[in-house]
């Protein structure tokens, strides 16, 4: 697509119920990363991938958060049993092939705003 | 521990005049630097960047500073418009080609930048 979709754009969600968050990045992009910003803060980073694997998992808070790729493309962070601290706007981002002699900018989607009462 | 710092939460600019949004950063392996615009209910826009072979890139109204021996970096922003409010994140990475490794950019905590007209 022309650029980073992200679904929903809102969520709702009871305290203790998963949630599925969608990421379709930029064709061709074959990182793609996961950043969440709770209110007034900045933004956190929580996983990235570069095709399929992830490299670096190193940001996701807790055993409840998990995601994956697949065919190089979509991505799907989820967290199981929210709580209220999880409320937040996660975002995700992609950008070109990585370790080639040119640096590259990630691309951001809308982010998804997650509330969780 | 904050690696990238962006220690002024605000900043308002009447119209016409020079923004300078500052950033500093911790780790020596950073080597590519960019700084990204947020407007509310929004994903970032990249804006800029530079490589820590250069000590500034221009782009119209926007030119980033890199002083590698500080390890910091500025935005400067001149006209400032009013179109230009918004928050503005600079974020850190370490490029493919030092091959050390997690290729994820560490964002700071953002400037609320406010022009006035």
């Known amino acids: 697509g022309a650029g980073v979709s992200q679904s929903p754009s809102n969520k709702v969600t009871e305290k203790g119920k998963d949630v599925e968050l969608r990421c379709d990045p930029i064709s061709g992009h074959t990182a793609l990363y996961w950043y969440r910003q709770s209110l007034g803060q900045g933004l956190e980073f929580l996983i990235y991938f570069q095709g399929n694997s992830a490299p670096d998992k190193s940001g996701l808070p807790s055993d409840r958060f998990s995601a994956e790729r697949t065919g190089g493309s979509v991505s799907t962070l989820t967290i199981q049993r929210t709580q209220q601290e999880d409320s937040a706007v996660y975002l995700c981002?992609?950008?070109?092939?990585?370790?080639?002699?040119?640096?590259?900018?990630?691309?951001f989607g809308q982010g998804t705003r997650l509330t969780v009462v | 521990d904050q690696q990238v710092k962006q220690n002024s939460p605000s900043l308002s600019v009447q119209e016409g005049r020079i923004s300078i949004l500052n950033c500093d950063y911790t780790n020596s392996m950073f080597d590519y630097f960019l700084w990204y615009k947020k407007y509310p209910a929004e994903g970032p826009t990249f804006l800029i960047s530079i490589s820590s072979i250069k000590d500034k890139n221009e782009d119209g109204r926007f030119t980033v500073f890199l002083n590698k021996s500080a390890k910091h970096l500025s935005l400067h922003i001149v006209p400032s418009q009013p179109g230009d409010s918004a928050v503005y994140f600079c974020?850190?990475?370490?490029?493919?080609?030092?091959?050390?490794?997690?290729?994820?950019?560490?964002f700071g905590t953002g400037t609320r930048l406010k022009v006035l007209a």
């Open positions: 981002a992609s950008s070109l092939v990585l370790g080639s002699l040119e640096n590259t900018e990630a691309f």
């Open positions: 974020a850190a990475s370490v490029s493919g080609r030092l091959g050390s490794g997690t290729y994820k950019y560490i």
